[in-house]
């Protein structure tokens, strides 16, 4: 199972970005996924997730200005992320809780991490 992001860049204050993360693989179902993001000498620190059932959960720092959402046909999980601010700046890490089969306990995969820098 591979989960490779991509999106992240150099943006100003009040404008947006868009990561993308594609789940491939040996994938029976994938329950759960989700957004973190690290800064140097901070632990990481959940962003968003998306149930498989469509249940979305956000940090409140976030609320508001990032949408998570989950193509279940594609795999692929997206962070819309706007009006950002320069406390979004941090590399951006995707995350999936899935089961490669059916009789398979679920697991816990990561992506590359992607960096969002937002300058003032």
């Known amino acids: 199972v591979q989960l490779q992001a991509s999106g992240g860049g150099l943006v100003q204050a009040g404008g947006s970005l868009r990561l993308s993360c594609v789940v491939s693989g040996r994938i029976f179902v994938i329950n759960a996924t989700g957004w973190y993001r690290q800064t140097p000498g901070k632990q990481r620190e959940l962003v968003a997730d998306?149930?498989?059932?469509?249940?979305?959960n956000y940090v409140d720092s976030v609320k508001g200005r990032f949408t998570i959402s989950l193509d279940n046909a594609k795999n692929t999980v997206y962070l819309q992320m706007n009006s950002l601010k320069p406390e979004d700046t941090a590399v951006y890490y995707c995350?999936?809780?899935?089961?490669?089969?059916?009789?398979?306990?679920?697991?816990?995969?990561w992506g590359q991490g992607t960096l969002v820098t937002v300058s003032s």
């Open positions: 995350n999936a809780r899935l089961k490669r089969a059916s009789y398979e306990y679920e697991y816990e995969y």
């Open positions: 998306i149930s498989r059932g469509g249940r979305t």
